[in-house]
């Protein structure tokens, strides 16, 4: 089991920045991929982000390409989400998730989510 708790979410003006962190508890976190989802009011969760255990493989949607970036520590047991020059329709609940399954762009090949932090990007 891994538990997941996202924080570091709030209201930013568009051009702003924020980091979103994602802690993780439970066994062998270093062996989950860690992705990154949003979902917006009145749509459909989407991915984000998503990086492998071995700090390999990253993949972004390319909404978010080149201004959002992922990493993680695995010491820490943490993952992160850096994002530049908001927009607002970066403006979503954003979920962590994690999985063993290698790494995805999809929701359902994710086993484990946090509950969500709000992102808020005025115009």
């Known amino acids: 089991q891994v538990q997941l708790v996202e924080s570091g979410g709030g209201l930013v003006q568009a051009g702003g920045s924020l980091r979103l962190s994602c802690a993780a508890s439970g066994r062998a976190f270093t062996s989950y991929t860690m992705g990154w989802f949003r979902q917006a009011p009145g749509k459909d969760r989407e991915f984000v982000s998503a990086?492998?255990?071995?700090?390999?493989?990253?993949t972004y949607a390319d909404s978010v390409k080149g201004r959002f970036a992922m990493s993680r520590d695995n010491i820490k047991n943490t993952a992160y989400l850096q994002m530049h020059t908001l927009k607002p329709e970066d403006t979503a609940i954003y979920y962590c998730a994690a999985t063993n399954r290698g790494v995805f762009r999809t929701i359902d090949k994710y086993d484990y989510w946090g509950q969500g932090t709000q992102v808020t990007v005025s115009s």
């Open positions: 990086m492998a255990w071995n700090y390999g493989s990253q």
